[in-house]
């Protein structure tokens, strides 16, 4: 700004040094402050300063007043901007507002924003003939396409991104400098001429023609293939949703045989949703979280008579449904015409694949063809699910579009740390100052490529946001490869215990609740007692838990084979009941006998291995292929009776001061064969309901609390939230259910930060 002519000495000049904080990096908040400036009449720059926005604006004091209140009221609809520091300057010479290059600094405060979807902007140039960019696969803007997954470091500059290797055409480069063009710093900008391109890989041929490769892409579904398509944040395995042949195909490759298999809907009339209602049935919560700007997976009611394969979701009522999000997406779906099923490119629990040459290999056994990109993802994000839940769309997974999801502790944390979640379902997350952030989905730990891409999100969250965990905070359970890694890192780890971690990340959404009661009701986890808990009612705050509320524990035969068996959980609840349990198939003299003496048959308190064992009573499931496969089937079995009728369940007092619920007088309902199964399936959800409402009021009456919370993996069942709703509502509780964090152990890493951060300022000795 040196140079310019001085503004005339007659005019009042004032300048203010402004500093932004917030989501205001990758969401057009520069060009946006080049605009509004331009319109006041200020001369000055912006630029990004280690993940902070830094302005400096200078001209007539009520021309700033306007500015500053419209930096915050009229921003980006994706940025979230907060004011951090304004300050007087001297003030400056005049000139035109520019956008200065970035600065980086050791101490950056990164934000980091998450991969948006096509904006209508982009998409009407899609389709548009007349556009230079019609059907252009990468059209994008300063409001939407990649970010996450493209972002190598912070600042958020085209040079620190994937898509540096790819030189700005002029037309481009014309867009990328004019600050009246709404691509002025779109980061990820191109064009056919400069951008990425397709190429199609199959049915013995290969071609690098963008447009071929789509078409051949098109063909290959049409003719009932399956083809790994690369996206945004990494590749889905597609065929024809319609074409049952293709669906039991894509099963029997992936060795998925009962897993549902998301689908994605073409953009069709006036609201974008005329083509998904022809099958399904959404309400209207679901139809806004299906068009929200995530675009989310959602689960949805299908229709009667629908024309999707029977195959897409086993022995359920509902179909997880999403719109597409990328141009790509956007025309796939146009030219195919019809829903397809876009599954994540993974091998079944690993992390979704995103590399060309890894893909190729190791979904070769899968898809008939490839459709491959030369954009580089930079790191996995799998898309997120969310569930309708008492009339609100709650997370079962994040991902692309939803993470990294970023907040605010209530407490501030005296030193970095980073929590590992569990075994299954793990996220990542980091924690320094008040801040933290919870990383997108990355799967289970069971496999060797799951742990390296477990690894390598953790060092690259820390190196993103420019924090070095001094601390690593664990699951207890000594066997989790999430604990085993944490132990060889050489760092000091901390341990939560599963439920407590739960529990705080409820209590953490409603930091107004001074006591809580909290059911964390899940499929295992460890307690303080070595023993497995998994139905617990915790009293207390996050960094006071105390364990006040079970079950009557039951002793699967087995041990963790109980969790994929259900027959075993059956078979304990019969035995402990004095009743047979007969199945052909398998070895029960054994496995009665290893009961009876306590061999491999640990006692555990969870609610989940009820539900397991209803399942097999009810519907004949013995063995599953997916996690939670028998509560889900079970909890359909029941949405097709009439609401439930609960059997009183009793409770008693043992010597360690924990009220029991005792599920022995259930088996009496699920074994009456003279009542429908869909009904006993009902009245199985009511019980439970029923027992924690009267443990509550119990407990209530030993030791007041404000509020009671739902966490753990059991509480994604819309049906037994809604018969938790209804019951505690009437009886005067105030029930919450989480609605920014997964309620399962995808939130568990939340909670253990949140835990973490409670009980640094708790009396007494730290764990």
Known sequence: ??????????????????????????????????????HYGLSGQVHNDAGQVEIVACGEAEALRSFLAALIAQAPPLARPRLGRVESIAPLRS?????????????????????????????????????????????????????????????????????????????????????????????????????????????????????????ACVAELRAGRIVAVKGIGGYHLMCDARNDAAVHRLRERKARPHKPLAVMFPTDGPDGLAALRRDLDPDPVEAAALLDPARPIVLVRQRVGHALSPRLAPGLVEIGAFLPYSPLHALLLHDFGAPLVATSGNLSGEPVLTDEREAAQRLAPVADAFLHHDRPIVRPADDPVQRVVGGRARPIRLGRGTAPLECELGVPLDAPVLALGGESKVTLALGFGRRLVLSPHIGNLDSPRGRRVFASVAADLQQLYGVTAVRLLADAHPGYASRRWARATGLPVSTVLHHHAHASAVAWERPDVRRWLVFAWDGVGLGDDASLWGGEALLGVPGAWRRAGSLVTLRPPGGERAAREPWRSAAALCWATGREFDRPAFQLDLARAAWGQGLNSMPTSAVGRLFDAAACLLLGIDTTSFEAQAPMQLEALARSAAPGTATPLPQHCDAHGVWRIDWRPLLDRLLDTTVAPPRRAADFHATLAQAALAQAQRLHEHAAFEAVGLGGGVFQNRLLCDEFAQRFGAAGFELHLPGVVPVNDAGLAFGQVVEAAARQNAPGPRP
């Open 95 to 215: 000139g035109p507002f520019r956008i200065a290059p970035s600065t980086t600094r050791a101490d950056r405060d990164a934000h980091l924003p998450a991969d948006r979807y096509a904006c209508a902007d982009c998409l009407r140039e899609l389709f548009d003939p007349a556009d230079r960019r019609y059907r252009y696969p990468f059209i994008n803007c300063t409001q939407c396409g990649p970010r996450y997954t493209v972002i190598r470091d912070l600042p958020y500059d085209r040079a620190a991104t994937s898509m540096a290797g790819f030189a700005l055409c002029a037309a481009c480069r014309t867009e990328y400098e004019d600050p009246t063009d709404r691509r002025f710093h779109a980061e990820p900008l191109a064009c056919p001429v400069c951008g990425p391109r397709l190429q199609f890989v199959g049915a013995g041929r290969r071609d690098g023609d963008t447009a071929a490769a789509l078409a």
């Open 1 to 38: 700004m040196n140079g310019v002519a001085a503004a005339p000495a007659t005019r009042p000049v004032q300048a203010l040094r402004v500093v932004v904080t917030g989501q205001v990096q990758g969401v057009g908040f520069r060009p946006f402050v080049h605009r509004l400036a331009t």
